[in-house]
């Protein structure tokens, strides 16, 4: 339901091209904080507010409130604050507030879950075992070698071009989240496999519509990242004794497995395009619990 008062209406509206022309977000992004808001503004209306400057801390927390007692999650709630904040900051630059109530939220602190990885023996007997015929089979295979090979997210991948490759130098140019470019290094096995793919795979599949698209869906089109999780779930599940994961999982995997090989945060941070260290650190508590799981099987008194 959307709210009805004029007020709030174009408020919103107004946002929303700010969002678009001024701080250019992703698609994403905007349908979340957008939804977020419409939240807002129908729970304001509800509660008697009859104009922007009516917004007040109260009623930011009353919403909020009411978001936690719906059991909403951490990670929304904060996501919901953020969005009130940067709603209210905005109000106030154009004058329909006369004071920011959003510096006085609080913000939920977010629970950061371990991510779920693989081992890299198990790494290695997904990419070595799953079958790789036909076009569709030499796409799947350059799909996960890449995936895993680079870190890159699954958006990234079914965005490359085939001219974000240099084969050579064995590194693809990736556009990332915030439309930050970054260049990603891609190890021999994953290069073999996109180049297989361009070789016998592509062509087969390659229609009008598939322009300079490095991955190609079964009608020709840029692959859609909703397939790309079909593909990695479906091909794990091809090979015994590998934990299912999700194309963010071979990420953090990657991440991971070049931590445990002696890659330093500052570089893992660049090839995962991360704008925080803090985001990259993740990883080494993921490391550190592995080595401990490591221990408690192999050392005499790990386990007491």
Known sequence: MEPQAAWAREALADFERHLRAERDVSPHT???YMGDLGD???YAENVGVGEPDDLDVGVLRGWLARQHALGRARATLARRTAAARAFTRHLHRRGL???DPGPLL??????????????QGEASRLLEEMEAEGPLGLRDRAVLEVLYGTGVR?????GLDIEDLDTERRTARVLGKGGRERVVPMGAPAASAVEAWLRDGRGALMTGESGSA????ARGGRLHPTSARRIVHARIGEVGEVPDLSPHGLRHSAATHL???GADLRSVQEILGHASLQTTQLYTHVSAER???VHRQAHPRGSE
Do not use: M, Y
């Open 30 to 32: 905007l349908r979340a």
């Open 40 to 42: 807002l503004c129908e």
């Open 97 to 99: 507030l006369t004071h």
């Open 106 to 119: 609080g913000t939920p602190k977010r629970q950061r879950d371990l991510p779920a990885v693989i081992t």
């Open 154 to 158: 699954v958006s990234e991948l079914c």
């Open 214 to 217: 490095l991955f190609l869906g």
């Open 259 to 261: 931590l445990e090989g």
């Open 291 to 293: 080595l401990k799981q």
